[in-house]
Protein backbone atom coordinates (compact mmCIF):
# COMPACT_ATOMS: atom_id res chain seq x y z
CA UNK A 1 0.00 0.00 0.00
CA UNK A 2 2.84 2.05 1.01
CA UNK A 3 4.76 1.50 -2.22
CA UNK A 4 1.62 2.20 -4.17
CA UNK A 5 1.05 5.48 -2.80
CA UNK A 6 4.97 6.70 -3.04
CA UNK A 7 4.52 5.79 -6.81
CA UNK A 8 1.80 8.04 -6.98
CA UNK A 9 3.18 10.59 -5.28
CA UNK A 10 6.40 10.22 -7.72
CA UNK A 11 4.20 10.30 -10.84
CA UNK A 12 2.77 13.61 -9.31
CA UNK A 13 6.22 15.04 -8.70
CA UNK A 14 7.13 14.16 -12.30
CA UNK A 15 4.04 15.99 -14.16
CA UNK A 16 4.20 19.06 -11.86
CA UNK A 17 8.31 19.15 -12.48
CA UNK A 18 7.93 18.67 -15.99
CA UNK A 19 5.15 21.47 -15.98
CA UNK A 20 6.87 23.88 -14.34
CA UNK A 21 10.43 23.04 -16.16
CA UNK A 22 8.23 23.63 -19.50
CA UNK A 23 6.48 26.87 -17.91
CA UNK A 24 10.21 28.22 -17.04
CA UNK A 25 11.28 27.77 -20.89
CA UNK A 26 8.57 29.40 -22.38
CA UNK A 27 9.00 32.39 -20.19
CA UNK A 28 12.87 32.32 -21.13
CA UNK A 29 12.06 32.03 -24.49
CA UNK A 30 9.30 34.60 -24.39
CA UNK A 31 10.98 37.37 -22.65
CA UNK A 32 14.21 36.76 -24.42
CA UNK A 33 12.38 37.22 -27.70
CA UNK A 34 10.71 40.72 -26.36
CA UNK A 35 13.94 41.99 -25.08
CA UNK A 36 15.54 41.55 -28.28
CA UNK A 37 12.85 44.10 -29.61
CA UNK A 38 13.64 46.04 -26.57
CA UNK A 39 14.88 49.60 -27.34
CA UNK A 40 18.49 50.35 -28.06
CA UNK A 41 18.16 53.89 -27.13
CA UNK A 42 15.46 55.92 -25.17
CA UNK A 43 12.40 56.29 -27.02
CA UNK A 44 12.23 59.66 -28.79
CA UNK A 45 10.28 63.07 -26.81
CA UNK A 46 6.35 62.58 -28.49
CA UNK A 47 6.15 59.17 -26.93
CA UNK A 48 7.47 59.62 -23.54
CA UNK A 49 5.52 60.04 -20.73
CA UNK A 50 4.98 59.55 -17.43
CA UNK A 51 6.13 56.07 -17.46
CA UNK A 52 9.51 54.70 -17.41
CA UNK A 53 10.37 54.97 -20.76
CA UNK A 54 12.63 52.12 -21.03
CA UNK A 55 10.01 49.88 -19.82
CA UNK A 56 7.33 51.21 -22.37
CA UNK A 57 7.61 48.92 -25.35
CA UNK A 58 8.22 45.70 -23.49
CA UNK A 59 5.10 46.30 -21.85
CA UNK A 60 3.21 47.63 -25.16
CA UNK A 61 4.67 44.21 -26.93
CA UNK A 62 3.34 42.05 -23.76
CA UNK A 63 0.21 43.83 -24.04
CA UNK A 64 -0.62 43.62 -27.81
CA UNK A 65 0.16 40.05 -27.44
CA UNK A 66 -1.47 38.83 -24.79
CA UNK A 67 -4.06 41.67 -23.03
CA UNK A 68 -5.01 43.41 -25.97
CA UNK A 69 -6.26 40.01 -27.67
CA UNK A 70 -7.92 39.21 -24.57
CA UNK A 71 -9.67 42.21 -23.84
CA UNK A 72 -10.78 42.35 -27.58
CA UNK A 73 -12.08 38.75 -27.77
CA UNK A 74 -14.16 39.32 -23.90
CA UNK A 75 -14.37 42.87 -24.29
CA UNK A 76 -12.91 43.90 -21.00
CA UNK A 77 -14.33 45.01 -17.91
CA UNK A 78 -14.30 48.82 -17.03
CA UNK A 79 -11.78 47.41 -13.88
CA UNK A 80 -9.38 46.06 -16.27
CA UNK A 81 -9.52 48.94 -18.44
CA UNK A 82 -8.95 51.15 -15.93
CA UNK A 83 -6.16 49.44 -14.31
CA UNK A 84 -4.18 48.82 -16.82
CA UNK A 85 -4.77 52.86 -18.39
CA UNK A 86 -6.33 51.69 -21.77
CA UNK A 87 -8.00 53.95 -23.89
CA UNK A 88 -9.53 54.07 -27.12
CA UNK A 89 -7.85 56.51 -29.20
CA UNK A 90 -8.91 57.57 -32.50
CA UNK A 91 -6.49 57.44 -35.26
CA UNK A 92 -3.33 59.53 -35.14
CA UNK A 93 -2.60 57.86 -39.42
CA UNK A 94 -5.11 56.73 -41.77
CA UNK A 95 -4.11 54.25 -44.16
CA UNK A 96 -6.38 55.74 -46.91
CA UNK A 97 -6.02 53.41 -49.77
CA UNK A 98 -5.49 52.62 -52.32
CA UNK A 99 -7.46 49.54 -52.58
CA UNK A 100 -4.61 46.26 -53.67
CA UNK A 101 -1.71 48.45 -53.04
CA UNK A 102 -0.97 45.85 -50.46
CA UNK A 103 -2.84 48.06 -47.69
CA UNK A 104 -3.46 44.94 -45.33
CA UNK A 105 -0.17 44.47 -45.26
CA UNK A 106 1.18 47.84 -44.32
CA UNK A 107 -0.90 47.70 -41.40
CA UNK A 108 0.20 44.67 -40.10
CA UNK A 109 3.97 45.30 -40.42
CA UNK A 110 3.48 48.94 -39.02
CA UNK A 111 1.92 46.72 -36.24
CA UNK A 112 4.66 44.80 -35.17
CA UNK A 113 5.98 48.44 -33.89
CA UNK A 114 5.85 48.70 -30.35
CA UNK A 115 4.16 52.32 -30.38
CA UNK A 116 1.30 51.67 -32.89
CA UNK A 117 -2.04 49.31 -32.16
CA UNK A 118 -3.95 48.57 -35.60
CA UNK A 119 -7.84 48.84 -35.93
CA UNK A 120 -8.17 45.19 -37.49
CA UNK A 121 -11.63 45.88 -39.00
CA UNK A 122 -11.48 48.12 -41.83
CA UNK A 123 -14.03 50.21 -40.29
CA UNK A 124 -15.53 52.39 -43.57
CA UNK A 125 -16.56 55.31 -41.11
CA UNK A 126 -15.82 58.01 -43.24
CA UNK A 127 -16.86 56.34 -46.63
CA UNK A 128 -20.19 55.22 -45.75
CA UNK A 129 -23.14 57.92 -45.10
CA UNK A 130 -24.80 55.30 -42.57
CA UNK A 131 -21.83 54.76 -40.47
CA UNK A 132 -20.78 58.00 -40.42
CA UNK A 133 -24.51 59.41 -39.06
CA UNK A 134 -23.12 57.72 -36.51
CA UNK A 135 -20.69 60.32 -35.03
CA UNK A 136 -17.38 60.41 -33.68
CA UNK A 137 -17.61 58.31 -30.47
CA UNK A 138 -19.20 55.56 -32.36
CA UNK A 139 -15.81 55.77 -35.00
CA UNK A 140 -13.34 55.89 -31.16
CA UNK A 141 -15.42 53.19 -30.01
CA UNK A 142 -14.80 50.92 -33.15
CA UNK A 143 -10.87 51.58 -32.26
CA UNK A 144 -9.07 49.20 -30.20
CA UNK A 145 -7.79 49.35 -26.55
CA UNK A 146 -4.21 51.05 -26.36
CA UNK A 147 -2.11 52.73 -24.33
CA UNK A 148 -2.09 56.67 -24.37
CA UNK A 149 1.69 56.80 -25.68
CA UNK A 150 0.52 54.64 -28.36
CA UNK A 151 -0.71 55.24 -31.38
CA UNK A 152 -3.80 54.22 -33.51
CA UNK A 153 -3.76 53.22 -37.00
CA UNK A 154 -6.89 52.08 -39.13
CA UNK A 155 -6.76 51.09 -43.01
CA UNK A 156 -9.93 51.67 -45.15
CA UNK A 157 -8.57 51.76 -48.77
CA UNK A 158 -12.10 53.28 -49.93
CA UNK A 159 -11.30 56.43 -48.84
CA UNK A 160 -8.73 57.43 -51.13
CA UNK A 161 -11.87 57.33 -53.73
CA UNK A 162 -14.55 58.43 -52.04
CA UNK A 163 -15.68 62.09 -52.36
CA UNK A 164 -16.63 62.49 -49.48
CA UNK A 165 -14.12 61.70 -46.99
CA UNK A 166 -10.66 64.45 -47.38
CA UNK A 167 -13.30 66.53 -45.63
CA UNK A 168 -14.59 64.52 -43.36
CA UNK A 169 -11.18 63.12 -41.95
CA UNK A 170 -10.36 67.35 -42.13
CA UNK A 171 -13.30 67.50 -39.74
CA UNK A 172 -12.01 65.48 -36.89
CA UNK A 173 -8.32 65.97 -37.29
CA UNK A 174 -6.72 68.59 -39.61
CA UNK A 175 -2.94 67.65 -38.67
CA UNK A 176 -3.44 63.86 -39.47
CA UNK A 177 -0.83 61.79 -41.22
CA UNK A 178 -2.23 59.89 -44.63
CA UNK A 179 -0.84 57.06 -45.82
CA UNK A 180 -1.11 55.83 -49.39
CA UNK A 181 0.50 52.89 -50.80
CA UNK A 182 0.34 52.42 -54.38
CA UNK A 183 1.43 49.77 -56.85
CA UNK A 184 2.05 50.34 -60.63
CA UNK A 185 -1.02 51.30 -61.70
CA UNK A 186 -1.89 48.29 -64.34
CA UNK A 187 -0.70 45.61 -62.10
CA UNK A 188 -2.86 47.51 -59.41
CA UNK A 189 -6.00 47.06 -61.75
CA UNK A 190 -5.57 43.80 -62.26
CA UNK A 191 -4.94 42.61 -58.67
CA UNK A 192 -8.66 44.45 -58.07
CA UNK A 193 -10.28 42.88 -61.45
CA UNK A 194 -9.02 39.70 -59.82
CA UNK A 195 -10.39 40.09 -56.54
CA UNK A 196 -13.60 40.55 -58.13
CA UNK A 197 -13.73 37.80 -60.00
CA UNK A 198 -12.74 35.70 -57.64
CA UNK A 199 -16.07 36.73 -55.64
CA UNK A 200 -18.13 36.08 -58.82
CA UNK A 201 -16.78 32.40 -59.12
CA UNK A 202 -17.75 31.99 -56.09
CA UNK A 203 -20.90 32.51 -56.05
CA UNK A 204 -20.59 30.87 -59.68
CA UNK A 205 -21.14 33.74 -61.63
CA UNK A 206 -19.64 34.09 -65.23
CA UNK A 207 -17.62 37.61 -65.31
CA UNK A 208 -16.09 39.21 -68.17
CA UNK A 209 -12.30 39.42 -69.37
CA UNK A 210 -10.34 41.85 -68.08
CA UNK A 211 -9.28 42.91 -71.44
CA UNK A 212 -13.29 43.64 -72.61
CA UNK A 213 -13.61 45.46 -69.27
CA UNK A 214 -10.59 47.37 -69.55
CA UNK A 215 -10.58 48.69 -73.22
CA UNK A 216 -13.68 50.24 -74.77
CA UNK A 217 -15.01 47.56 -77.31
CA UNK A 218 -16.37 50.93 -79.58
CA UNK A 219 -13.17 53.39 -79.74
CA UNK A 220 -10.95 50.77 -78.62
CA UNK A 221 -9.47 53.26 -76.10
CA UNK A 222 -8.56 52.52 -72.72
CA UNK A 223 -12.28 52.46 -70.82
CA UNK A 224 -12.14 55.06 -68.14
CA UNK A 225 -15.61 54.50 -66.43
CA UNK A 226 -13.84 50.84 -65.38
CA UNK A 227 -13.54 51.63 -61.54
CA UNK A 228 -10.35 49.44 -61.78
CA UNK A 229 -9.05 51.66 -64.17
CA UNK A 230 -10.48 55.03 -62.44
CA UNK A 231 -8.64 53.85 -59.35
CA UNK A 232 -5.19 53.59 -60.59
CA UNK A 233 -5.63 57.38 -61.67
CA UNK A 234 -3.76 58.27 -58.56
CA UNK A 235 -3.19 61.74 -59.07
CA UNK A 236 -6.78 62.43 -59.78
CA UNK A 237 -7.80 61.41 -56.37
CA UNK A 238 -4.73 62.89 -54.61
CA UNK A 239 -5.85 66.48 -56.05
CA UNK A 240 -9.39 66.40 -54.43
CA UNK A 241 -7.31 65.52 -51.05
CA UNK A 242 -4.96 68.12 -51.68
CA UNK A 243 -7.89 70.67 -50.87
CA UNK A 244 -8.09 69.75 -47.54
CA UNK A 245 -4.69 68.70 -46.58
CA UNK A 246 -0.88 69.95 -47.44
CA UNK A 247 1.37 67.47 -49.66
CA UNK A 248 3.45 67.37 -46.56
CA UNK A 249 0.36 65.44 -44.55
CA UNK A 250 0.87 62.61 -46.61
CA UNK A 251 3.39 59.71 -47.27
CA UNK A 252 3.86 57.56 -50.42
CA UNK A 253 4.46 53.94 -49.55
CA UNK A 254 5.87 51.80 -52.85
CA UNK A 255 3.71 48.71 -52.86
CA UNK A 256 5.71 47.09 -55.29
CA UNK A 257 8.85 47.60 -52.71
CA UNK A 258 6.75 46.71 -49.88
CA UNK A 259 6.18 43.16 -51.28
CA UNK A 260 9.92 42.29 -52.40
CA UNK A 261 12.27 44.54 -49.84
CA UNK A 262 9.58 45.58 -47.30
CA UNK A 263 12.30 46.94 -44.10
CA UNK A 264 13.10 49.67 -46.12
CA UNK A 265 9.38 51.13 -46.81
CA UNK A 266 8.54 50.47 -43.14
CA UNK A 267 11.51 52.93 -41.89
CA UNK A 268 10.04 55.21 -44.44
CA UNK A 269 6.70 55.42 -42.72
CA UNK A 270 8.59 55.07 -39.20
CA UNK A 271 9.99 58.16 -39.92
CA UNK A 272 7.31 59.85 -41.40
CA UNK A 273 5.01 58.89 -38.55
CA UNK A 274 8.14 60.09 -35.63
CA UNK A 275 8.49 56.82 -34.10
CA UNK A 276 11.46 55.52 -33.15
CA UNK A 277 12.74 52.93 -35.43
CA UNK A 278 11.85 49.81 -34.40
CA UNK A 279 10.98 46.89 -36.79
CA UNK A 280 13.77 45.37 -37.82
CA UNK A 281 14.66 42.35 -39.99
CA UNK A 282 14.22 40.22 -37.71
CA UNK A 283 10.54 40.88 -37.58
CA UNK A 284 10.35 39.86 -41.61
CA UNK A 285 11.46 36.65 -43.01
CA UNK A 286 10.40 35.64 -46.59
CA UNK A 287 8.27 32.27 -46.77
CA UNK A 288 9.05 30.92 -49.79
CA UNK A 289 5.73 28.77 -50.24
CA UNK A 290 3.73 32.08 -49.87
CA UNK A 291 6.11 33.74 -52.09
CA UNK A 292 5.58 36.98 -49.42
CA UNK A 293 7.52 38.21 -46.36
CA UNK A 294 5.89 37.36 -43.45
CA UNK A 295 5.68 38.86 -39.83
CA UNK A 296 7.64 37.74 -36.56
CA UNK A 297 6.61 39.36 -33.32
CA UNK A 298 8.76 36.75 -31.39
CA UNK A 299 9.95 33.64 -31.15
CA UNK A 300 6.78 32.24 -31.00
CA UNK A 301 4.62 34.32 -32.35
CA UNK A 302 4.39 35.03 -36.50
CA UNK A 303 1.98 35.22 -39.13
CA UNK A 304 1.60 35.24 -42.60
CA UNK A 305 -0.98 37.23 -44.18
CA UNK A 306 -4.66 35.75 -44.98
CA UNK A 307 -4.61 33.57 -48.96
CA UNK A 308 -6.84 36.12 -49.75
CA UNK A 309 -3.55 38.30 -50.20
CA UNK A 310 -1.64 37.59 -52.96
CA UNK A 311 -3.40 36.16 -55.56
CA UNK A 312 -2.60 34.58 -59.17
CA UNK A 313 -3.46 37.13 -61.82
CA UNK A 314 -5.01 36.16 -64.84
CA UNK A 315 -2.82 36.23 -67.79
CA UNK A 316 -3.79 39.93 -69.91
CA UNK A 317 -3.32 40.23 -73.42
CA UNK A 318 0.23 42.09 -73.60
CA UNK A 319 -1.57 44.63 -76.49
CA UNK A 320 -3.67 45.87 -73.42
CA UNK A 321 -1.27 45.87 -70.73
CA UNK A 322 0.39 48.41 -73.12
CA UNK A 323 -2.37 50.74 -73.98
CA UNK A 324 -2.66 50.78 -70.37
CA UNK A 325 0.28 51.43 -68.94
CA UNK A 326 0.89 54.43 -72.03
CA UNK A 327 -2.90 56.15 -70.58
CA UNK A 328 -1.52 56.06 -67.13
CA UNK A 329 1.66 57.42 -68.19
CA UNK A 330 0.86 61.00 -67.86
CA UNK A 331 -1.20 60.70 -64.48
CA UNK A 332 2.08 58.49 -62.84
CA UNK A 333 4.32 61.58 -64.09
CA UNK A 334 1.93 64.16 -62.20
CA UNK A 335 1.72 61.59 -59.26
CA UNK A 336 5.60 61.55 -58.95
CA UNK A 337 5.60 65.40 -59.04
CA UNK A 338 2.72 66.45 -56.41
CA UNK A 339 4.31 63.37 -54.36
CA UNK A 340 8.05 64.05 -54.76
CA UNK A 341 8.72 60.20 -55.09
CA UNK A 342 9.31 58.71 -58.49
CA UNK A 343 8.64 55.30 -58.71
CA UNK A 344 9.58 54.33 -61.86
CA UNK A 345 6.63 53.02 -63.52
CA UNK A 346 7.51 51.99 -67.01
P1 LIG B 1 -2.25 40.52 -55.07
O1 LIG B 1 -3.31 39.67 -54.45
O2 LIG B 1 -2.64 41.12 -56.35
O3 LIG B 1 -0.92 39.84 -55.16
P2 LIG B 1 -4.60 44.97 -50.21
O4 LIG B 1 -4.27 44.48 -48.85
O5 LIG B 1 -4.58 46.45 -50.31
O6 LIG B 1 -5.87 44.34 -50.71
O7 LIG B 1 -3.44 44.50 -51.17
C1 LIG B 1 -3.28 43.15 -51.53
C2 LIG B 1 -1.89 43.00 -52.10
O8 LIG B 1 -0.91 43.08 -51.09
C3 LIG B 1 -1.66 41.66 -52.73
O9 LIG B 1 -2.02 41.78 -54.08
C4 LIG B 1 -0.16 41.41 -52.52
O10 LIG B 1 0.59 41.41 -53.69
C5 LIG B 1 0.28 42.58 -51.64
N1 LIG B 1 1.19 42.22 -50.57
C6 LIG B 1 2.20 43.02 -50.17
N2 LIG B 1 2.90 42.46 -49.20
C7 LIG B 1 2.33 41.26 -48.96
C8 LIG B 1 2.63 40.22 -48.04
N3 LIG B 1 3.67 40.31 -47.21
N4 LIG B 1 1.85 39.11 -48.05
C9 LIG B 1 0.81 39.04 -48.92
N5 LIG B 1 0.48 40.01 -49.81
C10 LIG B 1 1.22 41.11 -49.84
Redesign the pocket.
Known sequence: MLFKQQAWLRQKLLVLGSLAVGSLLYLVARVGSLDRLQPICPIEGRLSGARSQAEFPLRALQFKRGLLHEFRKSNASKDQVHLHDLVQQLPKAIIIG????????LLEMLNLHPAVVKASQEIHFFDNDENYGKGIEWYRKKMPFSYPQQITIEKS?AYFITEEVPERIYKMNSSIKLLI?VREPT?RAI?DY??VLEGKERKNKTYYKFEKLAIDPNTCEVNTKYKAVRTSIYTKHLERWLKYFPIEQFHVVD?DR??TE?LPELQLVEKFLNLPPRISQYNLYFNAT?G???LRFNIIFNK??AG????I?PEVDPSVITKLRKFFHPFNQKFYQITGRTLNWP
Open positions: VRKGGTRAPITSTQGLIPRFYCCLSKGRH
